[in-house]
């Protein structure tokens, strides 16, 4: 059995900075690819970042630059430094192992508030 736990959400005021972690466990294959989605209400999950077993990176364009995915294949974590942060950052971040490369399904945390206001 996969599971994610995610640790690092909070509040914050703009410009500020703030380090997700997310930490799996259970039986894991890899090559896989970790990342971090987020969530507001009403709209669909997206995706922010992920980041491969050979530490290839993708983001989405609204946080090029200021967030940077980083992970740990020994500790199997992946982690989110998110720096500048702005207030259409706010909302519920979500780490995610896709292992479909294997057929299997992907897996999800149970997310971390995130909150960007002055």
């Known amino acids: 059995q996969v599971k994610l736990v995610e640790s690092g959400g909070g509040l914050v005021q703009p410009g500020e900075s703030l380090r997700l972690s997310c930490a799996a466990s259970?039986?894991?294959?890899?090559?896989?690819?970790m990342g971090w989605y987020r969530q507001t209400p009403g709209k669909q999950r997206e995706l922010v970042a992920t980041?491969?077993?050979?530490?290839?990176?993708n983001y989405r364009d609204s946080v090029k630059g200021r967030f940077t995915i980083s992970r740990d294949n020994t500790k199997k974590m992946v982690a989110l430094q998110m720096d500048s942060l702005k207030p259409e950052d706010t909302a519920v971040y979500y780490c995610?192992?896709?292992?479909?490369?294997?057929?299997?399904?992907?897996?999800w945390g149970q997310g971390t508030q995130v909150t960007v206001s002055a």
């Open positions: 995610n192992l896709d292992l479909s490369g294997w057929g299997l399904p992907s897996y």
């Open positions: 259970g039986n894991i294959f890899s090559p896989n690819v």
């Open positions: 980041i491969s077993s050979g530490d290839r990176s």
